[in-house]
């Protein structure tokens, strides 16, 4: 390579899986890359051969220092980023299982209490929050703030507090050992025992569960308008869902594709009005209201042909054809590792009592994951200082 690059190239194919969970690490850690699809550029090819000693090995992933990493693990690209992915300790007061808005400000006052403080969060710090584009509503930011900005800022915060914070990690169990001390184990196997945990994983995008969907997740198929939109300079976009996040996610994919539309399954969209009017007003967005997305229709090397919709009030059944699908129809809990251990809702969210203690004793939840949460993200930074408080005087008590 004659000059060194400026961000992250991966050179990749659509058919292959290790490039689809490395763009997926990327993705999850916010982290810019340009994708470069090999089968759709000679000169990439050409590029990965020489790199390779004549081989097409993908992914290969160009760093800005000029480094290489060719197939890398998640751990080989969490190293290379400088990720912390394993504890400093065996026992601290708290393991705090989530970095969001929750568990962040869980820890900052939890550290500030002097109570040895661990987060373990599976992909970027900030969660939901850290992949808006622009955060308006948080008290105390009068002329709002993005969300990245927003999560380098709390998580700064609490390491300054001298939290110990590890990413790139998911925990595979919570486990009370005879000695009566919690354990927390992680999916590379490491376990940190504790004497109090707070469950603040949030929430994830719910999917379409449609035929074709899962052949274009990551390809034509996106859940973060932030982390894809760049990929569809000159496109054409369909946003799924007419709720706040549809809107205004679809209003920063007009910064890229020239026609960005949206659709809603029920008769009437649940956005603001004031969301409402700003796309009303853009000459290239057009929302049409209950029609049910069937099936996707997919091309040859794994691209999106085409989005097959029925119109319920009709029957009709027609087909749209656009080049990408964004989809923010809501979220799912992700409280899959305390399935079994406590009381879930009908819809999978945890519930807690008045303090924010599950039935599983030391462990306490908290915002997103929380059954009758609001889902807001200063509502979730709240109910982290709420749970702090409530862990406080559980440790007390337990002596």
Known sequence: MTEQNQEIIVYSTTWCSDCK???????????????????????????????????????????????????????ELAAKMGLQTEAKRKFYDVIIVGGGPTGLTAAIYLAREGKDTLVIERGALGGQVGMTQSLDNFPGFDKGISGNEFADRLSNQARRFGVEIL????????E???SGYLCVTTRNKKSYGCKAVLYATGAHYRRLGVPGEDDLVGSSVHFCATCDGAFYVGKKLLVVGGGNSGFEE???????ARQVDIVEYMPEVKASTIVQEKVASMPNMQVTVNHAIKQLNVKERKKLKAVVVEDRATGETKEWEYDGLFIFIGLDPNSEVLKGKVELDKFGFVVTDKTLHTGFKGVFAAGDVRSGSTKQAAAAAGEGATAALMIRDYLREIG
């Open 250 to 256: 679809g209003l920063f994919l007009t910064k890229f």
């Open 167 to 174: 990413q790139a990690n998911d925990v595979a169990s919570i």
């Open 21 to 75: 969970r490395a763009k997926k690490f990327f993705g999850e850690q916010r982290i810019p890359y340009v994708n470069i699809d090999i089968e759709e550029n000679p000169e990439a090819v050409a590029e990965v051969e020489k790199i390779n000693d004549g081989r097409r090995s993908v992914p290969t992933i160009v760093f800005p220092d000029g480094s290489i990493l060719v197939e890398p693990s998640n751990a």
């Open 176 to 178: 009370r050992e005879d």
